[in-house]
């Protein structure tokens, strides 16, 4: 909310002066009147950085100052004909709150400075104001209502403040137009692994003015597929994707969840207790969370002949009851640490029969008081995170080979690698013919192939490697290297002594 405008020029004698200001008082003192105010800060101790030298004039000034902020844009238009000292300094400026984000009136002061710019240049409309006789200013006995500066400043802070804009005349061909566009936090950051769902009918709202990347990625988006999954289903690059996404949750149309997973586990916050006292969220998730039919019904759905007398779908107008306050509140309470979700509808199996589970997880994370405990890989010990370690040990491995194969070579000695080979063959001479052959193609590799391969086998795991440090959870990992979570699961046992904690 704007709580004082007023304009101020540098004055040829008297220096940084104080022209107009509304309301009466807000900026310098007044004479005793029914409307005038207490000054909201002392105008004296930051004229020189509202009129500042020319040098510092055309650009956007904030100032701090007694738990206010002043925003003002001064500018200085220069005539060697028209002005004393051939300068004219002047400044509209507005007082906010010190804590108030201000970006959406910066653009107000930027324009109003633009265009009085314009005005005096064209006519002289700030300048002859002066010239006027019996104008009183700011300060004076008799200040307000006369001049058209004034009623401008008047009419610019009650619309902004109303209405957040306002379209004022000014004269036969100059009219002002001004806009207060709402602020948003910025969204939070998108990842491969979040589950957008949208909050708004989004195929309602589409046009095709709308960006390509939207429009392909609008039909995947149903609180199911991950960013990656939308990704792949629309074919578009990943980064646009996500950039897309960012977009509508800038602007509310969906928020982010994580992967539902019956293997996942969930547990109540600290909020959970707001849900139970709140009888409209309670009757919200009642009739959002009912289905006629799940796997855990006592009863299969009536079903309606298809074509050739074979069950089609749901019989129309099927009923059925809500589930009770008292069985909501009690599985919502029964979800807990170390407890998977599997395992908890099993524990309830007779309590869900009419109950999508899966939105009733859904509310509850949407709704603040459900979480979900994610599962984090940590290595005991510390493992290698580039590829350059495991080259460099490849690199030194072949150096030392090629030592002492060359002067082995060239005597006509056995090699290590020949010697290993015959004493295999000589060993299994007595086997029968398909062992032999087995058993020579398991003794054919040498120590040092063997473990040559066992350092390629390790440099290709290594991007499993930078997620074993305790801050990246399984829905990352798996949405990073594109497999399941069993598959994950598996290759990151395989580095060894590696924990899995929930958090």
């Avoid at 749901?314 to 979700?341: E, I, K, M």
């Avoid at 395992?343 to 869900?352: I, K, R």
């Amino acid at each position: 909310m704007i709580k004082s405008i007023f304009y101020t020029r540098f004055h040829p004698e008297k220096g940084p002066t104080v022209l107009h200001q509304v309301p009466e008082g807000s900026v310098i003192p007044c004479p005793p009147s029914p409307t005038a105010q207490t000054p909201l800060f002392d105008f004296a101790s930051i004229s020189d950085y509202l009129i500042p030298r020319r040098e510092f004039c055309d650009r956007l000034v904030a100032v701090c100052v007694n738990r206010h902020r002043v925003l003002g844009y001064p500018v200085c238009i220069h005539d060697d004909t028209r002005y004393e000292r051939n300068e004219f300094i002047f400044n509209f400026s507005i007082v906010l709150e010190e804590d108030v984000e201000y970006s959406a009136y910066a653009s107000v002061v930027r324009k109003l400075a633009r265009l009085f710019r314009n005005l005096e240049e064209q006519g002289g409309f700030l300048s002859k104001e002066e010239g006027m006789e019996g104008l009183v200013i700011a300060g004076m006995e008799g200040y307000g209502g006369r001049a058209k500066v004034y009623a401008l400043c008047e009419m610019i802070q009650q619309d902004l403040n109303n209405y957040c804009e306002c379209m004022i005349p000014i004269d036969e061909s100059n009219t002002l137009n001004l806009k207060l566009f709402p602020t948003r936090p910025p969204p939070a950051p998108v990842h491969g692994w979040h589950v957008p769902l949208s909050t708004v009918r989004l195929s309602s709202l589409q046009t095709s003015a709308w960006d390509l990347t939207l429009q392909k990625i609008i039909p995947h988006i149903n609180g199911v597929n991950t960013v990656v999954r939308i990704a792949m289903l629309a074919d578009t690059d990943f980064a646009l994707t996500r950039k897309a996404v960012s977009h509508l949750l800038y602007y509310g149309c969906m928020i982010l969840l994580d992967v539902f997973q019956f293997g996942a586990i969930y547990a109540p916050t600290a909020d959970i207790g707001a849900f139970f006292a709140d009888d409209k969220m309670q009757e919200e998730c009642r009739r959002y969370i009912a289905v006629p039919y799940t796997p855990f019904s006592e009863q299969p759905p009536p079903l309606t002949a298809g074509f050739g007398g074979e069950p089609s779908t749901l019989a129309p107008h099927v009923t059925f009851a809500l589930p009770a306050r008292s069985t909501l509140l009690h599985l919502y309470s029964t979800l807990r640490q170390g407890l998977t979700l599997k395992n908890w509808c099993m524990e309830h199996s007779a309590d869900l029969g009419n109950i999508d589970v899966r939105r009733l997880i859904t509310f509850g994370v949407i709704k603040g008081f459900l979480y979900r405990v994610h599962r984090y890989a940590i290595a005991a010990k510390p493992y290698p995170q580039d590829a350059s370690t495991v080259e460099e040990e490849l690199r030194v491995m072949k150096q030392r080979e090629k030592l002492w194969r060359a002067p082995a070579m060239s005597s006509g000695w056995m090699t290590p690698t020949e010697a290993e080979e015959r004493a295999v063959a000589a060993r299994d001479a007595a086997l029968p013919g398909q062992d032999k052959r087995h058993a020579s193609d398991r003794g054919s590799k040498s120590k040092t192939d063997a473990k040559q391969e066992g350092m390629e086998t390790k440099g290709a795991d290594l991007p499993l490697a930078r997620f074993l440090d305790g801050t990246h959870c399984l829905d990352e990992i798996c949405a990073e290297l594109r497999l399941s979570e069993k598959e994950v699961t598996g290759k990151l046992t395989g580095f060894g002594d590696v924990l899995f904690v929930h958090r």
